[in-house]
């Protein structure tokens, strides 16, 4: 397995500093934020000075009911193949629920969210797994998540679910150690347990990250400075085996270029302490994945069907305000759905930085209200036009100037009248004719 060194996850925000940084052996990018043909320089630089980069996906929903979308998966190899990397990474959540599975309306959550650790959710993943190692141009890497909330009935431990899904696809591991910490808090698992059973020869790098406390929940922000309690967990991982990379991850709320290398260099100085401590073989190659057996030749379609009910009515219930599923701690999803609403509010924000501009104070208390009835079906910029949508045709805001302004941004922004006859876009020529009168 490769030696990565210490990276650092690259950001549009932090770019320069990131180049300027001393000790950087790689960095990680997230795939969905870059255009094969249009390379940020910066990256390019990096890459010149044989900086590793690696693409870091996270939509495509590997841990969900259906199939990988193909375009997703081809979107990923180019990213992989222009940026020369030797892997790719994903994690191990669902993104989106219900479609044709459950013949319901497709559902967007946003976010990552956690797969139930049971026999019907380990042979769909194995299975999606499998159809990406097949796609990709590299080996594909997948990520332990955080997760505020526990799915009822679980049959396996992380552990021991990261355990099978290696012994059956062969699959490598990038280990969040700062989402071992998230989930001892908030689901109460011991990480030294979960790292006494997963794979550790099949680690291909680990992630390491910070977050705050409110009101006895732990929220992997990637904000906020990493806390010793993960950087112990770091420590218990390298004192087994010496981990072939290591990541710090960063995602708003970015410090001065002094503390994020301070940070850095703490995480170098726990894994020179631990490493007296590791076995000498530093980097074993992973597991072999397991030929035909009981479960990789197995129909997952009936699987697939059940997984499919259960992941549309939890995300049905975080984001659409339908019934919490029986077994769910109703406070906990309470605090899950929140998370989530505020999530979408602050990536509509980024994505269309004129609306929080139009409508100033009035931007987050208008949207939260709007996402509670009203779930995300296309995407964040589908979802800010939406948004406007929603409040021009009900007359909002009530200021007219600002309401001005907010109808020549939807007009502008949502193209030209559809020609098609399908009855969504009779719908956006309706819409316009109204918007166009107001």
Known sequence: MERLGTGIGWR????????????????????????PGHLPE????????????????????????????????TALAERAEALGSPLVTEHIAFVRAGGP???????????????????????VLCENIRIAQDALPVPLAVENIAALISWPGEEMSEGQFLYDLVDRTG?????????LHTNHVNRGEVPAKALDELPVEAIAYVHVAGGFERDGVWHDSHAHPVPQ???????????????????????ENFPEPGELERELGAIRGTLERAGAQAPKSSFPEPIAPREAGAHTGADTDPARQRLALAQTALLSALIGGTPVPEGFDRVRLGVQARALAAKRADVVAKVAEELPQILAEGYRPAFLAYAQGHPMTGGYRRDALDFAEHLLLAGRPEDAETRRRLRHWWLERSGPAPLSGHPAARLARATRRVLLRR
């Open 101 to 123: 599975l459950t013949a319901s309306p497709l559902l967007e959550a946003g976010h990552l969210l956690p797969v139930p650790r049971t026999r019907d959710a380990l042979d």
């Open 229 to 251: 309690p993960v950087l112990d967990i770091l420590s218990d991982l390298a004192s087994r085996v010496t981990p072939p990379g290591v990541l710090l991850e960063r995602d």
């Open 42 to 73: 910066s990256l390019l630089r990096l890459r010149e000075r044989g900086v590793t980069v690696i693409p870091h996906g996270v939509s495509l929903g590997l841990g969900g009911a259906d199939r990988p979308d193909e375009a997703r998966l």
């Open 12 to 35: 549009p925000e932090i770019a320069d500093a990131v180049e300027r940084m001393p000790g950087i052996d790689w960095v990680e990018a997230v795939a969905e934020n870059l255009c």
């Open 171 to 179: 699959v490598r591991l990038l280990i969040d150690v700062a989402n």
